[in-house]
């Protein structure tokens, strides 16, 4: 499934502020309750390519995590170098916020707020984009 990324609305397949109720009867997924300490639950489409971040009390959308593909420009931003990215979006990466995380003992992913598209992008160790954070 073609996922494009549509900048402060979410993606073409699912809108941020939407109730999931709306999506769970088009699409298969996968239920993940949220932690006792969480207000979120999370609904995995597309075998894990699209995780759906959902308020616990109203049902809906609050963020979106592209993880398989993620078009934006017609251009597959998942695996897609991270500077070529900048300079498609013409953002010097000077003036962007990032974070390092560690994903596990060996897996650093530096995220990087981009505040023009309201997106998080996630970038692995090689400056390629691992994962596009909507919300």
Same mark, same amino acid.
């Given at each position: 499934?073609?996922?494009?990324?549509?900048?402060?609305?979410?993606?073409?397949l699912?809108? *941020?502020?939407?109730?999931?109720?709306?999506?769970? =009867?088009?699409? +298969?997924?996968?239920?993940?309750?949220?932690?006792?300490?969480?207000?979120?639950?999370g609904?995995?489409?597309?075998?894990?390519?699209v995780?759906? &971040?959902?308020?616990?009390e109203?049902?809906?959308?609050?963020?979106? +995590?592209?993880?398989?593909?993620?078009?934006?420009?017609?251009?597959? *931003?998942?695996?897609? &170098?991270?500077?070529?990215? *900048?300079?498609?979006?013409?953002?010097?990466?000077?003036?962007? $916020?990032?974070?390092?995380?560690?994903? $596990?003992?060996?897996? *650093?992913? $530096?995220?990087?707020?981009?505040?023009?598209?309201?997106?998080?992008?996630?970038?692995? =160790?090689?400056? &390629?984009? +691992?994962?596009?954070?909507?919300?």
């Amino acid at each position: 499934m073609k996922i494009i990324l549509e900048p402060g609305n979410g993606v073409n397949l699912f809108r *941020l502020g939407n109730k999931i109720d709306i999506y769970k =009867s088009i699409y +298969a997924y996968e239920f993940i309750p949220a932690e006792d300490d969480d207000e979120w639950d999370g609904y995995d489409f597309f075998d894990g390519g699209v995780e759906v &971040n959902v308020d616990k009390e109203s049902g809906e959308i609050v963020a979106i +995590a592209c993880r398989d593909n993620c078009y934006y420009n017609e251009v597959n *931003l998942i695996g897609y &170098n991270f500077a070529s990215f *900048l300079k498609m979006i013409d953002q010097p990466e000077a003036e962007l $916020t990032k974070e390092e995380i560690w994903l $596990t003992d060996d897996e *650093l992913q $530096t995220v990087v707020e981009i505040d023009e598209l309201e997106i998080q992008v996630w970038v692995n =160790s090689e400056g &390629n984009i +691992a994962m596009i954070y909507v919300g």
